[in-house]
């Protein structure tokens, strides 16, 4: 351990005194995600001055927002609308020319979300830089955790390259607040262009005045033992509603039709980490548990005392679903 930062050779003052870190944020409007709220705490824990960069159309409003942020030293927005729907083929040569611009920037964080998932790898290969994902620990600017084998594994790893990206799974980090103050500088950067041929068509979005899955406090998810969507529907939807809880599903679920694949809490779907996860009727298969492992309070009703949602399960019910719900969302 160092005594002083004058023991320090003189290339690491000069490289510690001009390092920074990119953090990429996304909006719903005008308003950041909570996942990169959650970004920008992972940000902050480098120890580097952040720059915030925000794109498409709503961009300059959001980043008033993101003015008011803790750890946000300076924001980009470039509000071209070629952005607003976060194409990967049209981010992705933006982060490329900003990153590369300006070599001061040593690391690069992105919420591990639909986009970012499409945004890092391309921009990895852009940069010829190998990118690091989902981490849910910053151990130091270049070394991370992150979560293997279906979050069977945990993986310390270190970067060796110039830039270090990588995105954040948002459950493992606590959002960032306001400061209460508007400080960060607010800078407009000019589209790059692309030459990309692919074109957004169009999106459908689910509408529900239940809260958002990703974000929620609490979740109640219903799994394969719910036999049918006419029984889903029935017995998870008003004790969610008892709750004020979001409604998940096991991919066995999504895929026997029970609801739709939005709700699908696990590997391949949505990775959640509320103060409470009430799964019914779900087995436990590991790439749901690598989703909802990480849930404050897990409660899980089963009829087979060897599922293995009882391992990770903090209260565990033994029996009929189609009584013990019924009865709970009464008492509630």
Excluded: W
Aim: aromatic content about 6%; overall charge neutral; glycine content about 6%.
């Amino acid at each position: 351990m160092f005594s002083s930062i004058r023991s320090l050779p003189r290339r690491y003052l000069i490289s510690a005194r001009f390092s920074s870190t990119l953090a990429f944020l996304e909006t719903t409007g005008p308003q950041v995600t909570a996942a990169s709220l959650s970004t920008l705490n992972a940000a902050a824990q480098v120890g580097n001055p952040i720059t915030a960069i925000l794109v498409g159309s709503k961009s300059e409003e959001a980043a008033k927002q993101v003015s008011k942020l803790q750890s946000v030293s300076k924001i980009l927005i470039s509000k071209s609308n070629k952005y607003d729907h976060y194409l990967a083929e049209e981010v992705s040569p933006l982060l490329a020319s900003v990153l590369s611009k300006d070599s001061d920037y040593t690391n690069f964080f992105v919420p591990a979300s639909t986009a970012g998932k499409g945004i890092l790898p391309r921009l990895g290969a852009l940069l010829d830089v190998q990118p690091l994902s989902e981490i849910i620990k910053v151990v130091s600017p270049d070394t991370f955790v992150r979560p293997t084998y279906a979050g069977n594994a945990i993986l310390t790893v270190k970067s060796k390259d110039k830039v270090v990206l990588a995105s954040v799974r948002a459950s493992a980090f606590e959002p960032v607040e306001e400061s209460g103050s508007s400080s960060s500088s607010i800078e407009e950067i000019p589209y790059v262009e692309s030459g990309n041929k692919t074109q957004f068509v169009s999106e459908k979005l689910i509408t529900s005045e239940r809260p958002d899955l990703g974000s929620a406090k609490s979740v109640v998810a219903g799994g394969r033992g719910l036999k049918s969507k006419e029984e889903f529907d029935e017995f998870i939807y008003p004790l969610a509603d008892k709750l004020n809880a979001a409604v998940g599903a096991s991919r066995a679920a999504v895929d026997a039709g029970f609801c739709d694949n939005s709700l699908q809490v696990g590997q391949t779907g949505k990775i959640v980490a509320p103060n409470l996860y009430l799964a019914v009727g779900i087995s436990g298969a590991i790439q749901h548990l690598a989703g909802m492992k990480d849930s404050k309070v897990i409660v899980a009703i089963n009829k087979d005392e060897e599922a293995p949602i009882f391992s990770v399960a903090d209260i565990g019910l033994v029996g009929d679903l189609f009584e013990i719900v019924p009865e709970l969302t009464k008492k509630i």
